[in-house]
């Protein structure tokens, strides 16, 4: 081709080849650069087709029920955990404030009826609603599961909300969204296609530089295997990884309208994350400390066998295992006299039980069976007996992003032993007008001799504690939750028109 150009210079003959190389590129691109155009403009258009779609499945809805809709996107809004307390109050707020508003759940409790959620709530938490709530119930849950993704599993889970989440775009349109469970990659779809003011309470970030940092390190932990943790390939893999997806995280997140969160731990994290502090605040979640202010605060001095209680869902973060295990170690060292642990929690699937039958299996193993009851979905009024009888509440899970079960503790009058990380040590077991409230721990050592310490002391300075706890906790109680919650929601419900 280039080479049949007579007698030319070198430098022609290359100046030549280099523009009939430059046009046989360009008769090649343009067609392809036209065919992406073209799939672009088909794209936006089918966008805002399905837009027009749904507002106006929106807009016959809202001529149909004449008054607004205001939606929860709540996959497990039947678990027995602090996030679904949160729900069951921050629809009891707005049910009370906004009379005139329609409230949707969207679910995938397949199994159970709306009224039977409800009965729950009640059972589990002491919540009745002041009107009854119209539930969506989801078809494909399992697509956030985490058992179905074993390797990467958090993209697994984010990008399986983003189909569930359509599912529920595609059942329900509402005119304001609030995510309640943490699936930010949702928020996007109910914006932008949906058209709906979004707004996202946060209990816990997808993704934390903490995550980022315990990979980084090498540290194994629950969710981060000892094989990756050994390799230098795989870490530096991860961190790619998790830094990735921490980019498609916060971009996610930066379309909520009003984002609220659970802790100052978890505001910190949002905050480098989503990067909208105009738009953020701290609401703490609600804890029903009232409800355990009958139980009477007295020394506990004459007590045969003293309890230890830990309250929270049978997942692997919680780390029942560590409470086991310092368990067994202060039995050993038999120095504390007669206890027992009673481990309370709810299972939300077949994978709590499994994770349940382990923790059974370790008990025996370590001969500690005996000793150890699992209480497993109780009822409120056992709950409150069993916190009424412990001297000491246990928590281990590293970096909790708050701890309802902690406060809970507080306010029945237990001398909290909570893992000294996260919320817990940020703004729950802290002093209160400059006194103790209560003892932090992280390793089975540490766990151990506190227990041991607190065991020791005379029952007057336990009960000094005690009550120095159960009053710092009343920041925490569901009237400061409500008040708070409807302050930072109220600029999104005055944007729906009635």
Known sequence: ????????????????????????????????????????????????????????????????????????????????GGGERVLWCAIRALQSRYVDINFVVYTGDLGVTGQQILDGARRRFNIVLPRPVQFVFLRHRLLVEPSLFPHFTLLGQSVGSIFLGWEALMEFVPDLYIDSMGFAFTLPLFRYLGGCSVG????????????????????PRFNNADYVSNSLFLSAFKVVYYCLLALLYGMAGSCSDLVMV????????????????????????PCDVSAFLDIPLEEDGDKKCHSIVSIGQFRPEKDHRLQIRAFKKVLDRGRAGPLK????GGCRNQEDEDRVLMLRGLCQELGVADRVEFKLNVPFEELKRELGDATI????????????????????GNIILAHKSGGPKMDIVVPFEGAQTGFLADDEDSYAEAVERILALPPAARLLIRSNARQSVARFSDQEFEACFLAAMEPLMGTLER
């Open 1 to 80: 081709m280039c080479c049949s150009f007579g007698k030319m210079s070198g430098h022609d003959q290359l100046v030549l080849c280099l523009c009939e190389l430059t046009r046989l590129l360009w008769k090649l691109l343009l067609p392809l650069v036209v065919l992406v155009l073209l799939l672009v403009a088909v794209a936006v258009l089918l966008v805002l087709a399905v837009r027009f779609w749904l507002q106006s499945n929106r807009n016959a809805r809202r001529a149909r029920d004449g008054r607004p809709t205001v939606a929860f996107f709540h996959p497990y809004c039947n678990a027995g």
């Open 200 to 219: 996202s309470y946060v209990h816990y970030p997808t993704i934390s530089t903490d995550m980022l940092s315990v990979v980084r390190e090498r540290n």
């Open 262 to 285: 659970n802790s100052s731990w978890t505001l910190d994290h949002i905050l480098s994350l989503w990067r909208a502090p105009n738009r953020t605040s701290v609401v703490y979640p």
């Open 341 to 344: 642990l009673v481990l309370i």
């Open 393 to 412: 509440g246990l928590h281990t899970m590293w970096n909790e992003h708050f701890g309802i079960g902690i406060v809970e503790c507080m306010a029945a």
